[in-house]
């Protein structure tokens, strides 16, 4: 009997220890729910990316809303932390689908991010494993539902030149005492400023036939910048990103096509934006692309190697070991940047593995050739001849398509070079001579659509 509070106090201690380590669990456990690594956000006209990235998987659901347009995301293992509303000031005024971000904190453990809208949009939301340079990721991508139609932009672009230039300029009066209106409603007219009438039967002057080397259709050349968005590409040992410098040779490239009068040049991405190397192909094939052109910066692991390269498909492997890294190194693109596996069509991937064809191959071959030769021109070249390899952004089937390394951005002399405006003019102008060249030899006539 003496010994039962004894035995009551032990397992009151007891108890209450057991308690103690239960909540001591349950704050270790908020303890660790996941850290906010970074939040980034990357708006275009295609769509607008959200990324967190954090220390561990975190999972989230999403519901629409209507009037106004919204989409509203739960997102579980995620306390309030100030990393999530720097999204907030993220958001940018020209933005073409998000207005504005809020983030609060729904119920414990659980963060309700809503994002107001311009647009009605559709959403995707999606996780990323580590891979390169980050950790977890929960990715929100939102697609307008309004989609436009870039080939009809293009040939409405060349109408609007084509109509302006057929327009006659305004007539300056050189003598302001001349006054033809008043003259008319007088009666006398003036007969300084009159034309000659022409005679009836005067034929206008026989125009000279086109050669055969000439087109009268619109010429639309794809020009794919690479990498963007959550994929930087490589960095040159400045601090060079390959996607920055890629971009402003594409947008340089793409004034320099426009000036053409039967040219248009049209870009995969106009912006710091992720693009699925699929999409790229999709995007050329869209506008009915005449030439695919891709845009890169070499990198190795090491400061020596130096010139650029430029790469075709092939059907039978690589035509060098240095061919097929670089493959695999671009092919891995979609995984740092990020694509939605579930999202993607699994009848279209498998026809992309095969999409190559032995007449698209030949035509890449000529355009390389053109254009190898003339960047030979303005630096150094890295192999002296056109190489191939198994690019997958290379596999539109009836598009002649290239894969340009402008430089080793891991070379610090080249990574100065391609930050430069005169060198980058220069590659500009030596790309647009390969164009020219290749057309000037290879017209495109074979396709029955006059733009």
Known sequence: MKNKPVASRCMLHGG??????????????????????????????????????????????????????????????????????????????????????????????????????????????????PVAPYQHRLVFDLYPQAVSDPLAALIADRLKDTQAAATPPPVTLTNPQIDPLGDLIAGRGDRRTEPAPAPANLSAPNKPKPSKTQTDRLIIVAIDA?????????????????????????????????QQPTMRAYLTRDADFFVPLNVRVQKARRVQADLFVSIHADAFYNASPQGASVFVLSERGASSSSARWLANKENASDLVGGINIKAKDEHLLKAMLDMSTT????????????????????????????????????????IPSVLVETAFISNPDEEARLRSPVYQAQLTEALMRGILRYFAKNPPLARNRAL
């Open 226 to 258: 690479g990498h963007g968005g959550e994929d930087s590409g490589a960095i040159g040992p400045g601090g060079t990103l390959e996607k920055d410098v890629v971009l402003q040779l594409a947008l340089q490239l793409q004034a320099r096509i426009n």
């Open 16 to 129: 209450r220890l057991l308690l103690l380590v239960l909540l001591q669990l349950g704050v270790q456990q908020i303890a660790h729910s996941a850290d906010i690594l970074a939040v980034r956000l990357w708006p275009s006209k295609d769509y607008t990316r959200v990324t967190i990235e954090s220390d561990q998987e975190i999972k989230a659901r999403q519901f629409s809303l209507t009037d106004p347009p919204r989409v509203a995301i739960d997102i579980e293992g995620l306390q309030l932390l100030p990393a999530l509303r720097e999204l907030v000031a993220k958001v940018r005024p020209e933005d073409p689908n998000i207005s504005g971000i809020r983030v609060g904190q729904n119920a414990p453990g659980v963060v309700r991010m809503v994002i107001d809208l311009k647009q009605a949009v559709q959403a995707q939301v999606f996780s990323l494993a």
């Open 359 to 398: 007449a698209q191959i030949s035509d890449s071959l000529k355009l390389g050739g053109a254009m190898l030769g003339e960047i030979g021109n303005v630096g150094k070249l890295h192999k002296p001849r056109v190489e191939q390899a198994s690019f997958a952004v290379l596999k539109a089937p009836d």
